[in-house]
């Protein structure tokens, strides 16, 4: 038996968290650099909940909504460049997983004189500003986790970073700010946490203790199913997918995620396919790849799911995310050179060859 396990993160998970917590602000400074998109901040009440209190604090703040989805290096260096002239003392990254990935970006910036490209090394002399993260999604588990995802026009495809420093150090998870997502977003973000919950349970790298936050997050994700499937999202199904999403986050965390999110970022990249998405119409082919690698635990996920195969759970996924795109193979044979470069590939349960991911993408995907 062996394993590690530490989470840097504090969290705080309750309705109203922002203004209860406001006294946890106090300790990161003067001055906060609000990281956030063009609308979710204002939408889900969180910017106003928090500009609010960061006024009776007596903190000083700037908003900086540039953050598109699925966030640019460059984005992420014109927002460094901002949070260093305002001299922010720490930083707010309030939003999907989107505007929390760049906040990560932006805080080692702020701290560090180097070029953005060198964000990939994982080294930086200084350590990044403080960053506080503010979920609107319920998906990416960001807000727990140290990865920040950026696209990379330069290479045509998304890359990672992050290191122990870059974990938030506060998380202010009200799921209140999540009941304004329309239903594709709240389907897609929700497919992206249980792809966490999965490709963290089917990883070489998976541990005890990994497996305890992965295979919740599978439970949480399954009993929320029926409410995303009506498209009946109350209260309860609100609160159940943010924990969900917070358990993928701490499991991938530890293990880093597989073969489904190399794979999706080229359908994310070159296709505008939401991330989520994009993960959910490789899942059922994953599934089918990975099964004679790890028999008993896809079954326990079925089971979980209280499905009786793959072929029922490929179809569930399919009303959900239904993809009318067609590709062509030149297209896939592109896609798979692409995924081949993820460093998460290597830890996907079962060994994948160049051939497997293209076949993968083959049989998810319309011809
Ligand atoms: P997102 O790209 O942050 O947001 C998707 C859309 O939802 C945006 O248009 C956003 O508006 C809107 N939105 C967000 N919250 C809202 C709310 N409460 N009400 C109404 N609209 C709202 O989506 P995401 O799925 O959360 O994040 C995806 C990104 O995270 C991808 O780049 C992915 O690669 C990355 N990711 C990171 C990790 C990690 O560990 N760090 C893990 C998985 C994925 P705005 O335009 O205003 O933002
Ligand atoms: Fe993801």
Same mark, same amino acid.
């Given at each position: ?65 540039? *953050? &598109? ?5 460059? $984005?992420?260096? =014109?927002?460094?460049?901002? %949070? ?5 003392? +720490? ?106 919950? *999965? &490709? ?5 790298? $998976?541990?005890? =203790?990994?497996?305890?936050? %992965? ?5 949480? +994700? ?117 995924? =081949? ?27």
């Amino acid at each position: 038996m062996i394993f590690q396990y530490s989470l840097p993160t504090k969290i705080l998970f309750e309705e109203g968290c922002i203004s209860k917590n406001k006294q946890e602000l106090v300790s990161f400074g003067r001055k906060a650099f609000i990281v956030t998109g063009k609308s979710s901040g204002k939408l889900s009440g969180a910017l106003d909940d928090i500009t609010c209190v960061l006024d009776e604090l007596n903190i000083k703040y700037y908003i900086f909504d540039k *953050v &598109e989805n699925n966030p640019t290096l460059e $984005s992420v260096d =014109m927002g460094g460049k901002a %949070a260093k002239e305002f001299s922010a003392d +720490f930083i707010v990254g309030l939003g999907g997983g989107s505007p929390i990935d760049a906040a990560k970006g932006i805080a080692v910036l702020a701290a560090n004189d180097i070029n953005p490209l060198d964000l990939f090394t994982n080294e930086f002399n200084n350590k990044p500003l403080p960053i506080v993260a503010i979920p609107t999604t319920a998906g990416t588990g960001s807000e727990v986790t140290p990865y920040s995802v950026l696209t990379r026009t330069d290479l045509q495809t998304k890359k990672s970073f992050g290191n122990i420093d870059t974990f938030p150090k506060l998380a202010l998870m009200d799921p209140k700010y999540t009941m304004s997502l329309n239903r594709d977003i709240t389907v897609n973000t929700a497919v992206d946490a249980f792809s966490h919950g *999965v &490709e963290s349970y089917l990883n070489k790298k $998976s541990t005890i =203790m990994s497996d305890i936050f %992965a295979r919740q997050c599978i439970v949480e +994700f399954a009993a929320a199913l029926p409410a995303l499937v009506k498209n009946e999202m109350d209260g309860s199904a609100r609160n159940r997918l943010l924990y969900c999403s917070m358990l993928g986050g701490m499991a991938i965390s530890h293990t880093g995620t597989t073969i489904v999110h190399a794979m999706g970022y080229s359908l994310t990249y070159f296709r505008g396919i939401p991330h989520g998405k994009a993960n959910g119409l490789l899942m059922k082919e994953y599934f089918d790849f990975n099964y004679p690698a790890c028999r008993e635990k896809i079954d326990d996920i079925l089971a979980i799911m209280g499905m009786k195969n793959t072929g029922e759970f490929g179809k569930v996924m399919w009303s959900l995310l239904n993809d009318e795109q067609t590709y062509t193979d030149s297209e896939l044979e592109k896609y798979t050179d692409y995924a =081949m470069q993820q460093r998460s590939v290597s830890k996907n349960i079962a060994e994948a060859s160049k051939e497997d991911l293209y076949n993968i993408y083959r049989k998810s995907l319309k011809a």
